[in-house]
């Protein structure tokens, strides 16, 4: 088989792609991919628990407490204990967090607007289906028994 016939290939490099694109249009306004979907995931009036991004957004908790650092620096968030549980922390953002953070909502929505635009619903519809059907796949504990490795 082929790398262009696997699923993994096929998904690996449609999201470098849009990575790509995102980062791209994210430099425009000094940020990058991450950090508008950090934007994107932290409640703008009750802020978001620092332990709640990270599983939102597929990483670890290491990498996002490098990217919040930046943020921090950038003066795009601030932190704040969680009035409910002073041992949390809460990612709050600052007045330009939230201006960025409409900037990536808009960018978003426009990526999606387009697609919506360009594949017929019926595919999207499909598309969406196969992908549930992928990640019931990656999450079956037995997927790899009886492969020696």
């Known amino acids: 088989m082929r790398r262009e016939e696997t699923v993994d290939y096929n998904i690996k490099a449609t999201w470098h792609a849009i990575a790509r694109m995102y980062n791209q249009r ?14 994107l995931n932290v409640d703008a009036e009750e802020g978001t628990p620092a332990t709640k991004i990270a599983p939102l957004m597929g990483l670890e908790a290491r990498s996002l407490t490098r990217i919040l650092k930046s943020m921090e620096e950038a003066g795009l968030i601030f932190r704040a204990p969680d009035p409910n549980d002073r041992r949390s922390v809460r990612i709050f953002l600052t007045p330009e967090g939230r201006a960025k953070k409409e900037k990536a909502r808009e960018v978003v929505l426009h990526f999606n607007n387009t697609v919506f635009q360009q594949v017929a619903p019926e595919k999207l519809k499909v598309f969406f289906e196969v992908l549930a059907e992928i990640n019931k796949v990656v999450e079956r504990p037995d997927l790899f028994e009886g492969i020696k490795a």
């Open 26 to 39: 994210a430099a425009r306004y000094g940020g990058t991919m991450s950090t508008g979907f950090v934007l």
